[in-house]
């Protein structure tokens, strides 16, 4: 049977059960690896892949949305039929605005939180309802 | 009742300090109130938070002396976070515990009714008899390891020391935390995997190795103070993830509590 594991590296295929971030981790480092040994062609398809993706990077940004939001921006995006980060862009301008300009603020949505890197949560709760109360 | 961690591997250069500083700062920072103590002669757990050493530990454990657990403390500048620090005259508390009887008991006997959610204890890299009573003291053990060798090595010498210790200890070993992880090297990779075919779970997320824990311990800062978006804090980015860091670290930690 052809071993698949690039040379001088051992696969972690048979692990114990290990911590999910441990496992992402090895799996990130095999697959550079397995990369490392394609022929020059792909080798440099993935490369010009990665690049591209690295130049969209400042423009990107992970947000963790609530399910109920999340759905509704992609069926939105669908009807509209345009992007949904665009929509989002589109949707942001006017309350990043106002929130610069102080004529709305977070006050009364601020949690303490649980993460050392953050001062406070939203309630994201809150607003919702209220939200759909107002209109 | 509190919870005690020590952290602790028999290698010195594993980062156990930044491990426990940064830990300790973190939970403080999320509402528990810790105690951090330095175990270690070299006291460098003053140094990372930019604070004298003293003979704090020598004070408090000393047969002669005996300080109370409140006149030995010292508030560590940062909210909920207090200190028992340590500098070279604990080198003269080892020597002068060695006559004393039960006194692998000493360290938990003092902390008996220290009014904290949790306690970390900074050990020294060596087997001595501190290292023996934050083991009896302790009901985890974490143990940091660089992905080398010879560290890797001192993971099976502190797991080997608890379990000598197992008769008067309940002490559970929680975590192997490997540190300096640097994801571009073979070496890293094959250390980590061994770690996870021996160890499976016990391994925790990796903390990158990062140049901004030795900047923020120059300005005697925590890493969430001083730079809250290194890499030794929030991990590498994993598509749309983040993986390892002190960061998933604290949340697998706060588990245990």
């Given at each position: 049977m052809k071993n698949d594991t690039p040379k001088g590296m051992t696969s972690f295929?048979?692990?114990?059960?290990?911590?999910p971030a441990v496992e992402s981790l090895l799996g990130q480092v095999q697959r550079r690896q397995v990369e490392a040994h394609l022929p020059k062609i792909e080798r440099s398809r993935k490369k010009k892949e990665r690049e591209r993706a690295e130049k969209r990077k400042p423009n990107r940004i992970n947000l963790d949305l609530p399910q109920d939001l999340k759905r509704r921006l992609e069926l939105l995006a669908k009807k509209e039929g345009v992007p949904i980060s665009q929509l989002v862009a589109f949707l942001l301008y006017e309350p990043i605005f106002q929130l610069e300009k102080r004529t709305i603020s977070l006050w009364g949505y601020k949690t303490a939180s649980g993460?050392?890197?953050?001062?406070c949560n939203l309630d994201l709760k809150r607003r919702a309802e209220e939200v759909s109360r107002k209109s | 009742m509190h919870t005690t961690i020590t952290i602790l591997?028999?290698?010195?250069?594993?980062?156990k300090t930044t491990t426990a500083v940064t830990l300790a700062s973190g939970l403080a920072r999320i509402g528990y109130q810790v105690l951090l103590i330095d175990l270690?002669?070299?006291?460098?757990v003053a140094d990372s938070l930019g604070l004298p050493h003293s003979d704090d530990l020598r004070r408090l454990l000393s047969p002669d002396l005996r300080c109370p657990l409140d006149q030995v403390i010292t508030p560590s500048?940062?909210?909920r976070l207090d200190l028992i620090r340590s500098d070279k005259s604990t080198t003269a508390l080892k020597q002068t515990l060695a006559?004393?009887?039960?006194?692998?008991?000493i360290l938990a006997d003092v902390l008996a009714?220290?009014?904290?959610?949790v306690i970390l204890l900074d050990c020294a890299p060596s087997a001595d008899l501190l290292h023996f009573a934050a083991l009896v003291a302790a009901d985890y053990l974490l143990i940091p390891t660089r992905l080398d060798k010879l560290a890797v090595n001192g993971v099976r010498d502190a797991l080997q020391t608890l379990t000598a210790l197992k008769r008067i200890s309940r002490c559970q070993v929680a975590g192997i935390l490997p540190t300096?992880?640097?994801?571009?090297?073979l070496e890293s990779h094959e250390q980590l995997i061994h770690l996870a075919q021996t160890f499976g779970r016990l391994v925790l997320p990796p903390i990158p190795q990062d140049t901004q824990c030795r900047v923020a311990t120059r300005f005697g800062k925590t890493l969430w103070d001083y730079?809250?978006?290194?890499k030794a804090l929030i991990g590498y980015e994993h598509g749309n993830r983040r993986v390892g860091g002190y960061l998933q670290v604290l949340e697998r930690v706060k588990e245990w509590l």
């Amino acid at each position: 049977m052809k071993n698949d594991t690039p040379k001088g590296m051992t696969s972690f295929n048979d692990l114990p059960g290990v911590d999910p971030a441990v496992e992402s981790l090895l799996g990130q480092v095999q697959r550079r690896q397995v990369e490392a040994h394609l022929p020059k062609i792909e080798r440099s398809r993935k490369k010009k892949e990665r690049e591209r993706a690295e130049k969209r990077k400042p423009n990107r940004i992970n947000l963790d949305l609530p399910q109920d939001l999340k759905r509704r921006l992609e069926l939105l995006a669908k009807k509209e039929g345009v992007p949904i980060s665009q929509l989002v862009a589109f949707l942001l301008y006017e309350p990043i605005f106002q929130l610069e300009k102080r004529t709305i603020s977070l006050w009364g949505y601020k949690t303490a939180s649980g993460c050392p890197k953050f001062e406070c949560n939203l309630d994201l709760k809150r607003r919702a309802e209220e939200v759909s109360r107002k209109s | 009742m509190h919870t005690t961690i020590t952290i602790l591997n028999q290698k010195g250069g594993v980062g156990k300090t930044t491990t426990a500083v940064t830990l300790a700062s973190g939970l403080a920072r999320i509402g528990y109130q810790v105690l951090l103590i330095d175990l270690d002669t070299q006291g460098n757990v003053a140094d990372s938070l930019g604070l004298p050493h003293s003979d704090d530990l020598r004070r408090l454990l000393s047969p002669d002396l005996r300080c109370p657990l409140d006149q030995v403390i010292t508030p560590s500048g940062f909210d909920r976070l207090d200190l028992i620090r340590s500098d070279k005259s604990t080198t003269a508390l080892k020597q002068t515990l060695a006559g004393v009887t039960l006194r692998e008991y000493i360290l938990a006997d003092v902390l008996a009714s220290a009014a904290y959610d949790v306690i970390l204890l900074d050990c020294a890299p060596s087997a001595d008899l501190l290292h023996f009573a934050a083991l009896v003291a302790a009901d985890y053990l974490l143990i940091p390891t660089r992905l080398d060798k010879l560290a890797v090595n001192g993971v099976r010498d502190a797991l080997q020391t608890l379990t000598a210790l197992k008769r008067i200890s309940r002490c559970q070993v929680a975590g192997i935390l490997p540190t300096f992880y640097e994801r571009v090297t073979l070496e890293s990779h094959e250390q980590l995997i061994h770690l996870a075919q021996t160890f499976g779970r016990l391994v925790l997320p990796p903390i990158p190795q990062d140049t901004q824990c030795r900047v923020a311990t120059r300005f005697g800062k925590t890493l969430w103070d001083y730079s809250p978006n290194a890499k030794a804090l929030i991990g590498y980015e994993h598509g749309n993830r983040r993986v390892g860091g002190y960061l998933q670290v604290l949340e697998r930690v706060k588990e245990w509590l």
